[in-house]
């Protein structure tokens, strides 16, 4: 799990285990909240979503924590 949250793709880590299919691994891997937060604060400085950013001036996340516990499956 720790090498999944340091950012390893998860079929190097299937092959580090001796998996032969990444999807028996991903029984095993889970995002957790911090690993969501960062997926979510890179989309938004690679500029995905830009058009909807231009549009709004900012994300909807950006100073609401009710949202981002519910983008992170928590609320």
């Keep these: ?3 999944y949250q340091g950012g390893m793709p998860l079929e190097a880590i299937a092959l580090f285990l001796g998996h032969e299919d990444p999807v028996v691994t991903r029984v095993y891997a889970r995002a957790d909240t911090e690993m969501k937060r960062r997926v979510i604060e890179e989309a938004q400085v690679k500029g ?11 994300a ?3 100073g609401n924590e009710d949202m981002i516990k519910k983008l992170c499956g928590l609320g």
């Design 1 to 3: 799990m720790h090498l």
């Design 60 to 62: 909807i996340w950006i």
């Design 48 to 58: 995905v979503g830009v058009e909807y950013l231009e549009a709004d001036k900012s």
